[in-house]
């Protein structure tokens, strides 16, 4: 049972606009940023979101962060194959331990 | 471009100790703090605490008992040692460069808890 919630899946078809959520509480997204990471099939997560809405370079704009209240967004536009992986949200929690979500496993159609 | 590179047993007995060492290459281990990050397999990721090239950690709750992280910084190399291991410790174990987000992360490797 993960601290973060996530949808366990996500589809969209090629040039279509897709979200995954991610709700946690007061004890993390509240009160401190949230992260987001993708994780191509047998591969190292890799860094996509920081700070709630800040891309590491390198990063396409077409991925896009944002938050309110206890619960975070991550948005895809103009999805591409390439995009299909799993993605994780992580914050900062108050029980001083990183927590993730479950994990979204986005399909693209 | 900073490199990180996992090394050590693939495979443990219960109730023994898991021992893992990262390399970092490409960029000095002072002034950043690394993490331990571990994903069971088909399942989600797990922090398991981060260490600053000073010395100072801060451990998962869950796993403070049975944990230590220390670093080397004349190898430039930190180190996860996890004792009284069970089946439930087998995961991909990742290193990784931060310590509330990880920005460079090695590619991993797999410790299988079995005798």
């Known amino acids: 049972q993960s601290v973060l919630t996530q949808p366990p899946s996500a589809s969209g078809t090629p040039g279509q606009r897709v979200t995954i959520s991610c709700s946690g509480s007061?004890?993390?997204?509240?009160?401190?940023?949230v992260y987001w990471y993708q994780q191509l099939p047998g591969t190292a997560p890799k860094l996509l979101i920081y700070?709630?809405?800040q891309r590491p370079s390198g990063v396409p704009d077409r991925f896009s962060g944002s938050k309110s209240g206890t619960s975070a967004s991550l948005a895809i536009s103009g999805l591409r194959s390439e995009d299909e992986a799993d993605y994780y949200c992580?914050?900062?929690?108050?029980?001083?331990?990183?927590?993730f979500g479950g994990g979204t496993k986005l399909t693209v159609l | 471009q900073v490199q990180l590179q996992e090394s050590g047993p693939g495979l443990v007995k219960p109730s023994e100790t898991l021992s893992l060492t990262c390399t970092v290459s490409?960029?000095?281990?002072?002034?950043?703090?690394w993490s331990w990050i571990r994903q069971p397999p088909g399942k989600g990721l797990e922090w398991i605490g981060y260490?600053?090239?000073?010395?100072?950690?801060n451990y998962n709750p869950s796993l403070k008992s049975r944990l230590t992280i220390s670093v080397d910084t004349s190898k430039n190399q930190f180190s996860l040692k996890l004792s009284s291991v069970t089946a439930a410790d087998t995961a991909v174990y990742y290193c990784?460069?931060?310590?509330?987000?990880?920005?460079?992360w090695g590619q991993g490797t797999l410790v299988t808890v079995s005798s």
């Open positions: 007061s004890s993390n997204i509240g009160t401190d940023y």
């Open positions: 700070r709630n809405n």
């Open positions: 260490i600053y090239y000073s010395g100072s950690t």
């Open positions: 992580a914050a900062w929690d108050d029980s001083l331990r990183e927590v």
């Open positions: 990784a460069r931060g310590e509330y987000y990880f920005e460079y």
């Open positions: 490409g960029g000095s281990i002072s002034s950043y703090f």
